[in-house]
């Protein structure tokens, strides 16, 4: 699969040591290629000998100092000026390296999603955000349009924010099971080969192919682990490029911040431990 920005290339390799892939979803149905903000901004910590990965979800609205600018504004403005800016923004938000990244839109997940044949995802309440079909609590099957549906849905849940982004977590883990399972992984080219040009990543193919080959020979289970960073919401003045007018903006707490950074330095380090 290609989430993935190759920055892996200082010794490492993707079969023995965990890297992390800092996932981009931009704003846009158009060109994934076009500038537009980073409204989905997840970080997957990955360990491929253990067959673990830690999903890190930073809110759209974090108040965070782009890279580019020196100055704090929302983390999904950092994307008007490239993916690069984001990426350089979120390690220096959390203390890390990014290794890969791969740059999404709305389009990229109805294509992949739908190139798999469908992924089976839990809700944990009844919908009504997709026209075709309900989404019903309990396991649904899903295919493309209804993926980014549940995926964009907010409205419906007290937590708002929070509630999607958990939402978004899990249609991505559902997305690495169905690519981890041997009917698919054995056909991984065609895949890539049916989404090409709805996506944007510079992990080199080789890499790709490494995984795949391990997942082959291993056919092993991945477990996953979930994690957000959370905050207080503020209306207030001051951001970088809107700067006299009242925004909302989420305050990230520096608890949960710090919480964060251990999390992904303990899957970088192979350690074990459990999201509280």
């Known amino acids: 699969f290609n989430y993935f920005t190759c920055l892996l290339d200082r010794g490492g390799s993707v079969l023995k040591d965990p890297f ?10 158009g060109s994934v290629q076009e500038v537009s903000r980073s409204d989905v901004n997840i970080l997957m910590t990955i360990n491929v000998p253990e067959h673990k990965v830690l999903l890190t979800s930073i809110p759209r609205d974090a108040y965070v ?5 020196s100055q704090k504004d929302k983390l999904t403005h950092s994307g008007l000026t490239g993916t690069q800016n984001t990426v350089k923004t979120v390690e220096n938000f959390l203390d890390i390296d990014i290794n890969y990244y791969a740059r999404v839109n709305f389009e990229s997940l109805v294509e992949v999603v739908d190139a798999l044949g469908g992924v089976d995802v839990y809700s ?9 079909q309900p989404i019903k609590e309990g396991w649904n099957h899903m295919n493309g349009q209804m993926a980014l549906a549940f995926s964009r849905e907010r409205h419906a849940y007290t937590t708002g924010d929070r509630h999607r982004a958990q939402n978004q977590q899990a249609v991505l883990q559902a997305i690495i ?16 080969k ?10 080199p193919m080789n890499e ?28 207030m003045k001051g951001g970088y490029y809107m700067p006299d007018t009242r925004l909302y903006y989420l305050i990230p707490d520096e608890n949960s911040v710090e ?3 251990q999390y992904i330095k303990k899957m970088l380090k192979g350690e074990e431990f459990t999201v509280e």
């Open 65 to 69: 100092t782009l890279a580019d600018a």
């Open 20 to 29: 992390c892939v800092y996932i981009s979803g931009i704003d846009s149905r």
């Open 194 to 203: 049916s989404i090409e040009g709805t996506f944007v990543t510079d992990m």
């Open 259 to 261: 919480q964060n950074k």
């Open 208 to 235: 790709m192919a490494r995984i795949a080959n391990d997942q082959l020979n291993t056919n092993a289970s991945w477990s996953f682990q979930s994690s957000m960073v959370a905050g207080n919401g503020l209306m």
């Open 177 to 192: 099971r169905k690519m981890a399972s041997p009917a698919i992984i054995t056909h991984y080219t065609d895949i890539l």
């Open 124 to 132: 944990d309440k009844d919908l009504s955000v997709w026209n075709g």
